[in-house]
């Protein structure tokens, strides 16, 4: 299996350490596409210069090829493949090509940035085939970095393989298992790193335990790590956080709000938490937590 070109070493020094993650725009009933576009287009005014969609965001690709193609030499684009292509057969590759054709046509641009197997099971991976289809698109010049998304052994596994350019990720305040797990190995490598829920999904927003909800584990992780924001809102010590741990590039924090995006840009401009402070969210986490899985 060929080792890809790395062009993501290029990147970091002009991508953002906050990315916008484009799944709140792909839901039509939740969204319509006036919001959408000024969304969009708002993320751009701010400064975030890279945006983060897959194939399973609804009609997040479209939206963004309709609205902001335009403007292509503003971000970095980031999209995920490997299922959901009509006629194709899910995690083969000729679904990943016809995965990144379809991309490339609905976000009416001559290439992308970042395309990551999408969370692609373990087993699918040691096969080769969907990783050799990405790696020809990239010799195509489609695809600039060819990536993966994904936790735990699939991730070992896609690190250990050489076969990517760049990794997505979750590493947050309450999911720390890829910080001392994967991220050495990234570094070695000079694998970018970017990292998704950078938020833990909020779990904060609950005073009791919010059964079903998304968040639920992370807030009963939170609970048992006996963690407290201090004097900095959940959201600051969260984001600062992860955003500069060493070793991720960036991180991407989705929001149907400008003035959610806003406060976060706000957050990340303090720059990295004080040393102890991040020394002790580390602690917290490792004295109880360190066999936890990372979340799917």
Same mark, same amino acid.
């Given at each position: 299996?060929?080792?890809?070109?790395?062009?993501?070493?290029?990147?970091?020094?002009?991508?953002?350490?906050?990315?916008?993650?484009?799944?709140?725009?792909?839901?039509?009933?939740?969204?319509?596409?006036?919001?959408?576009?000024?969304?969009?287009?708002?993320?751009?005014?701010?400064? !975030? *210069?890279?945006? @983060?969609?897959?194939?399973?965001?609804?009609?997040?690709? $479209?939206? #963004?090829? /309709?609205?902001?193609?335009?403007?292509?030499?503003?971000?970095?684009?980031?999209?995920?493949?490997?299922?959901?292509?009509?006629?194709?057969?899910?995690?083969?590759?000729?679904?990943?090509?016809?995965?990144?054709?379809?991309?490339?046509?609905?976000?009416?641009?001559?290439?992308?940035?970042?395309?990551?197997?999408?969370?692609?099971?373990?087993?699918?991976?040691?096969?080769?085939?969907?990783?050799?289809?990405?790696?020809?698109?990239?010799?195509?010049?489609?695809?600039?970095?060819?990536?993966?998304?994904?936790?735990?052994?699939?991730?070992?596994?896609?690190?250990?393989?050489?076969?990517?350019?760049?990794?997505?990720?979750? !590493? *947050?305040?309450? @999911?720390?298992?890829?910080?001392?797990?994967?991220?050495? $190995?990234? #570094?070695? /490598?000079?694998?970018?790193?970017?990292?998704?829920?950078?938020?833990?999904?909020?779990?904060?927003?609950?005073?009791?335990?919010?059964?079903?909800?998304?968040?639920?584990?992370?807030?009963?992780?939170?609970?048992?790590?006996?963690?407290?924001?201090?004097?900095?809102?959940?959201?600051?010590?969260?984001?600062?956080?992860?955003?500069?741990?060493?070793?991720?590039?960036?991180?991407?924090?989705?929001?149907?709000?400008?003035?959610?995006?806003?406060?976060?840009?706000?957050?990340?401009?303090?720059?990295?938490?004080?040393?102890?402070?991040?020394?002790?969210?580390?602690?917290?986490?490792?004295?109880?937590?360190?066999?936890?899985?990372?979340?799917?």
């Amino acid at each position: 299996m060929p080792i890809p070109k790395n062009q993501f070493g290029k990147m970091t020094k002009h991508v953002t350490k906050l990315g916008f993650g484009a799944g709140h725009i792909g839901d039509p009933a939740q969204m319509d596409d006036r919001t959408a576009e000024q969304l969009l287009h708002s993320v751009l005014d701010e400064g !975030i *210069n890279l945006i @983060d969609t897959a194939r399973g965001y609804g009609i997040s690709e $479209e939206r #963004i090829g /309709q609205f902001i193609s335009h403007r292509r030499d503003e971000y970095v684009l980031s999209t995920k493949v490997g299922y959901g292509i009509d006629g194709f057969e899910d995690w083969t590759g000729a679904c990943v090509e016809a995965g990144v054709d379809r991309a490339l046509k609905v976000m009416k641009t001559d290439y992308l940035d970042i395309v990551h197997l999408h969370s692609c099971p373990v087993e699918t991976l040691k096969q080769g085939d969907v990783i050799e289809a990405l790696l020809k698109m990239a010799e195509q010049g489609k695809v600039i970095n060819a990536a993966y998304s994904g936790e735990n052994e699939a991730l070992d596994w896609a690190v250990q393989s050489k076969a990517f350019a760049s990794i997505q990720c979750s !590493i *947050n305040i309450a @999911d720390q298992q890829s910080i001392r797990q994967v991220l050495p $190995e990234t #570094i070695a /490598q000079g694998l970018g790193v970017i990292a998704k829920r950078p938020l833990a999904n909020a779990p904060w927003r609950y005073s009791e335990q919010p059964v079903g909800e998304y968040c639920e584990t992370y807030w009963l992780r939170l609970k048992e790590m006996g963690l407290a924001p201090g004097e900095l809102s959940w959201n600051e010590l969260a984001l600062r956080f992860t955003a500069f741990t060493e070793g991720v590039h960036t991180c991407i924090v989705g929001s149907s709000k400008l003035s959610h995006i806003r406060e976060h840009i706000a957050n990340i401009q303090k720059g990295p938490l004080d040393a102890n402070l991040y020394a002790a969210v580390r602690q917290s986490f490792e004295k109880v937590g360190a066999d936890w899985k990372g979340e799917i």
